[in-house]
């Protein structure tokens, strides 16, 4: 309803109005209170980030100012950004401020004639067209951009895709832009978005809403001035003076509601919501200094901006050529790494969720246990696996596609900061197999950086605190078993590994046993195994990884090479919370035969999971004959790596006792 004039409420004797005038040029006492709201609202929010344990134990992503969006690891409905509020409210606030903007214009009496309107439609275009060059648009990029670049931003492109020419990057100087490259927008001062419209939306309804419905309830008695054309300062107290000529008594009383009408309901709704998810992103979004637009400048900031080095990067659209500066995916200086103290509970939840929904795809199995020179050795057999869904051919003028390039939030456990991932495997063998992956694009086949490894002993520290220990494994060449060039380290909860097997097994991942001389003289292949410390950095744990990946390249007959780019030969690695294996690889795997005929069946392929004393196969054929005549996975084993001068058995010749009488499911 619209307000009447004329209240039905009985009249009431009213107290000589003393309204206080103010200066023209500065706020009302009022309008002070009210602006002081949004920095107070912002410092609460910020507060409670910080003392709420469900927030403060929530993993934190900030190249993307957000908590993790998996629906099992955010600390609340709000702090997803697939949330209603956020989608249907937040990212159309303008059209919802506007909505309410005009819905109160058309309707209440106080803007009843032409002139009125027409003055109230002039400012909400000129907060518009602020709002637009702020946001959207400033004669190219918006301000928003522009100062997230003069603030030392940049676009870490996934340079890859980008000179694969699968995005145009000729005008990559927006997050809009950069990120449709593949890119992340980083570094600099990135103004939030969300907060500068909910308190420019929500500041302009309060003053183009408020003063009228206050004015016209005589609710508040503050009076703005204003400079008449003739230099005249008067009272702007008009839209009262309003009401008292359409007929309404200065004693009838009016009550808020009513004063607001339909149009100012629905302002006041708009108004309440933004104050609300402004709340939700002080909570949950971006960082403090964003949040009220106060740019960092430090040296030691300036100096990080000036050692950026760029990369020439060209338009798939036009020949022009930008300039883009771009971070390091591995910075020297490596930032700690922090592992959710809970992470064989994130994993176990997250595993659950993905495997009711449909997400992963896991292939149960059948095991036996076999007798590898000794080793309990185990053999898996799974007949589903064979189905498994063959990916989709890529189009020639597109890169293959990255898994974990943007991950589904449906396999995201968590990011791993400052420059990784844990995904979960999408064709799990082991319940609750998942991965570490590099957050932007690294070369599997390139030597692993002291980050990568320090994450991986990080995760297995994480499951040693809640006595379940984690076996990790890297696979690198193309003998290796690899089969993503995205970098990716996989690991294996034992207590998973070891299901289906009889009690009193005996089996135990095999990595943990090499640093023993005996066990890896019982070997098939040669094995370069050393031991590892918990707490060792990702330095430490690096000098441990190139020695042995040198003594490695040194059995293949390899110059073992520098530091840093692509590797030298195949190989698997493989951590354990004591022990780093490498094993040098060069081949994929062996035929298998049936037993006594010799016919070719199918073929045993193995990658890092040997190193935990396991293989798998995918048919009846291979299955039944790898149990009956164990003997041919250690064939198999001496074919893909070098073989172990120290093991001088070889195969048995018929009449021999077989290596390798199984136990087990």
Known sequence: MSPSPRSSQAPTAAAPRQQQRNTPYLPTPTELALLAGYPALL???????????????????????????????SPSYFARKDNLFNVLF???????????????????????????????????????????????????????????????????????????????????FTAAACKSTGGKWS?????????????????????????????????IQEERSVVMYDGAVKGAGTEAERREHLGAREEDAVSVVE??????????????????MLLMTAIYFHTWFEKVSLP??????????????????????????????????????????????????????????????????????????????????????????????????????????????NPSPTLLITPLLPAHLLVLNKFAIVPEHFILATRTFQPQTHLLAPADLAATHACIAAYHSAAAPLFAFFNSGEHSGASQPHRHIQLLPVARMEEGLDAGHGWGVL????????????????????????GMDGDRLRGVYLDLYRQAC???????????????ISYNMAMTREVMVVVPRVAEGAMVTALGRGDVIGKLALNGTLLAGTALVKSQAEWDALREDPGQVVEVLKRIGVPNQDDDRGPRSQGQEPPGKYRGA
């Open 187 to 219: 570094g600099g001062h990135d103004i939030s978005g969300h907060v500068f419209l909910l308190v420019l939306g929500s500041f302009f309804l309060v003053q183009e809403v408020g003063w009228v419905a206050a004015r016209w309830a005589r609710v």
């Open 296 to 405: 960092p400048r430090t040296s030691c900031l300036q100096q990080l901006l000036t050692s950026i080095p760029t990369r020439r990067v060209f338009s798939s659209r036009n020949s022009s050529r930008l300039y883009i500066p771009t971070m390091s995916s591995t910075p020297t200086d490596m930032a700690p790494i922090k592992v959710p103290s809970d992470l064989p509970g994130l994993v176990r939840t997250a595993f659950s969720k993905a495997r009711a929904s449909g997400d992963v795809n896991f292939y149960p199995t059948q095991v036996a246990l076999l007798d590898i020179n000794s080793i309990p050795f185990q053999l898996r057999f799974s007949p589903a696996l064979a189905n498994k869904p063959k990916p989709k051919p890529n189009p020639p003028d597109k890169p293959p596609f990255d898994p974990f390039d």
């Open 259 to 276: 004063a607001l009408g339909r149009g100012g309901g629905l302002a006041a709704g708009v108004i309440g919501l933004s104050g609300w």
């Open 43 to 73: 410092l609460f929010g910020a507060l409670f980030s910080l003392i709420s344990p469900e927030t403060r134990a929530a993993p934190y992503d900030a190249l993307r100012h957000a908590h993790s969006q998996d629906p099992a690891l």
């Open 554 to 568: 040194t059995a293949v007959g390899v110059e073992g090479g520098g530091e840093e780019g692509e590797g030298r």
């Open 511 to 534: 990595a943990e046993r090499m640093v023993d001389p005996a066990v890896c003289g019982k070997l098939p292949f040669a094995a370069f195994a050393g031991e590892i410390a918990p």
């Open 90 to 172: 937040v990212k159309r606030g303008w059209a919802w401020i506007s909505l309410a903007f005009f819905a109160f214009m058309f309707t209440h009496p106080a803007l009843v004639d032409g002139v009125r309107r027409t003055r109230a439609g002039l400012r909400w275009v000129a907060v518009t067209v602020w709002w637009v060059f702020v946001t959207q648009w400033f004669f190219g990029p918006a301000i928003i951009d522009r100062g997230f670049r003069w603030t030392g931003g940049k676009c870490d492109v996934v340079v890859d895709k980008v000179y694969a020419g699968e995005a145009d990057v000729g005008e990559v």
